[in-house]
């Protein structure tokens, strides 16, 4: 028999969430963010629940190929764009769009042969200093672009640093996209998923949501459920044993949990090289038999220990779930003092991964 522990991709929650994006954003089309491997969820398992989708954006170009010789024949958008005249050709082969973010860009798209022409997302820098040209010169380079016999068309591109902090917004990035922008006749796409859910007015003609489409809310201050999405992903494990606790005695590595009267504790087939944040502390929400817990002491490589005292249903075998379907996973990650996207990212190979 395997190891316990597992993480069910939930295919009908994926579904529903790419649905409740399109219905806060109806007059776009929707790019359904599949990088980092689906977020952790496997992008092959995202697009086998999405197959309706308008597209997919991705950062990595192998999977952008796999996914045309699966026959995936939506538009398909990379992210960061090519990093060789090779993958340019490539994209012109299998009628992959690109975003352009420098100027070498420009320059391979200027003299590279290709045999189709390319469409391109010029991403416009206008605040989060990561990707893009200078949002200024966007009129400049939409000329260049426009006439290069290698570009089919050319979508408009930026991203929002504070989308999810409703005390900074957007309105900064938004009014310098809009302002060097307004006499350029071209489509745009702004909006990730806070945006989304925030700023109807950004919708614009592509959507790019990503972790909303997991079922974690981008906002600190709005749940999933405030946001009506569900779940893609469960972790989920099982108590391998049991102990006995004095009060006095200890818990874990560096004995960072005691005992404060007899307790019950079990331990549970999961650590940090399953992807469990080893930083989680004393408290995180665990749920052990259908019941809210706690866990204990300090997460180990392949092992954590929660509190069973008050669950006397729970035994050796009893289901864990450390985050999914019942336990936001937004929870675990507030306790853990990091974030969602690290904890789905995390996911290690040695865990058992199915789709629902």
Same mark, same amino acid.
């Given at each position: 028999?395997?190891?316990?522990?597992?993480?069910?991709?939930?295919?009908?929650?994926?579904?529903?969430?790419?649905?409740?994006?399109?219905?806060?954003?109806?007059?776009?089309?929707?790019?359904?963010?599949?990088? /980092?491997?689906?977020?952790?969820?496997? /992008?092959?398992?995202?697009?086998?629940?999405?197959?309706?989708?308008?597209?997919?954006?991705?950062?990595?170009?192998?999977?952008?190929?796999?996914?045309?010789?699966?026959?995936?024949?939506?538009?398909?958008?990379?992210?960061?764009?090519?990093?060789?005249?090779?993958?340019?050709?490539?994209?012109?082969?299998?009628?992959?769009?690109?975003?352009?973010?420098?100027?070498?860009?420009?320059?391979?798209?200027?003299?590279?042969?290709?045999?189709?022409? $390319?469409?391109?997302?010029?991403?416009?820098?206008?605040? %989060?200093?990561?990707?893009?040209?200078?949002?200024?010169?966007?009129?400049?380079?939409?000329?260049?672009?426009?006439?290069?016999?290698?570009?089919?068309?050319?979508?408009?591109?930026?991203?929002?640093?504070?989308?999810?902090?409703?005390?900074?917004?957007?309105?900064?990035?938004?009014?310098?996209?809009?302002?060097?922008?307004?006499?350029?006749?071209?489509?745009?796409?702004?909006?990730?998923?806070?945006?989304?859910?925030?700023?109807?007015?950004?919708?614009?003609?592509?959507? =790019?949501?990503?972790?909303?489409?997991?079922?974690?809310?981008?906002?600190?201050?709005?749940?999933?459920?405030?946001?009506?999405?569900?779940?893609?992903?469960?972790?989920?494990?099982?108590?391998?044993?049991?102990?006995?606790?004095?009060?006095?005695?200890?818990?874990?590595?560096?004995?960072?949990?005691?005992?404060?009267?007899?307790? =019950?504790?079990? $331990? $549970?087939?999961?650590?940090?090289?399953?992807?469990?944040?080893?930083?989680?502390?004393?408290?995180?929400?665990?749920?052990?038999?259908?019941?809210?817990?706690?866990?204990?002491?300090?997460?180990? %490589?392949?092992?954590?220990?929660?509190?069973?005292?008050?669950?006397?249903?729970?035994?050796?075998?009893?289901?864990?779930?450390?985050?999914?379907?019942?336990?936001?996973?937004?929870?675990?990650?507030?306790?853990?003092?990091?974030?969602?996207?690290?904890? %789905?990212?995390?996911?290690?190979?040695?865990?058992?991964?199915?789709?629902?």
């Amino acid at each position: 028999m395997s190891r316990p522990i597992e993480a069910v991709i939930h295919s009908n929650a994926l579904a529903h969430n790419y649905q409740v994006i399109k219905q806060r954003a109806p007059n776009a089309r929707a790019f359904a963010v599949i990088k /980092a491997n689906g977020y952790g969820h496997g /992008a092959a398992r995202v697009v086998a629940a999405l197959r309706n989708a308008d597209g997919f954006a991705i950062l990595e170009f192998g999977t952008a190929l796999q996914l045309r010789q699966q026959g995936i024949t939506q538009p398909i958008l990379l992210l960061e764009g090519v990093f060789s005249r090779d993958e340019l050709q490539q994209c012109a082969q299998h009628n992959i769009m690109l975003a352009i973010h420098q100027a070498q860009h420009l320059d391979w798209l200027r003299d590279t042969p290709l045999n189709a022409p $390319v469409d391109v997302f010029l991403k416009l820098n206008t605040g %989060m200093n990561r990707l893009g040209f200078v949002a200024e010169s966007a009129p400049a380079i939409v000329d260049q672009l426009r006439a290069m016999p290698n570009v089919a068309s050319v979508t408009l591109m930026t991203h929002f640093a504070t989308a999810d902090e409703p005390e900074k917004g957007i309105a900064k990035q938004w009014h310098r996209f809009q302002t060097v922008t307004a006499d350029l006749d071209c489509p745009r796409s702004l909006a990730n998923s806070a945006a989304v859910f925030a700023y109807p007015e950004v919708h614009a003609d592509w959507v =790019r949501p990503g972790i909303a489409l997991y079922g974690s809310s981008p906002f600190a201050h709005l749940s999933a459920a405030d946001l009506g999405l569900q779940a893609a992903m469960t972790l989920r494990s099982r108590i391998i044993a049991v102990q006995h606790l004095q009060a006095g005695d200890t818990v874990g590595y560096g004995a960072t949990f005691t005992a404060d009267r007899e307790m =019950r504790i079990g $331990v $549970v087939a999961c650590g940090y090289a399953d992807g469990y944040p080893r930083h989680a502390p004393t408290g995180t929400p665990v749920i052990v038999a259908g019941q809210t817990t706690r866990i204990l002491g300090r997460v180990s %490589m392949d092992m954590l220990c929660v509190d069973l005292t008050d669950i006397p249903q729970a035994q050796i075998d009893s289901e864990v779930e450390l985050w999914g379907a019942h336990l936001s996973i937004d929870a675990v990650a507030q306790a853990a003092g990091t974030i969602a996207y690290e904890l %789905m990212c995390a996911i290690t190979q040695r865990v058992s991964i199915r789709l629902d």
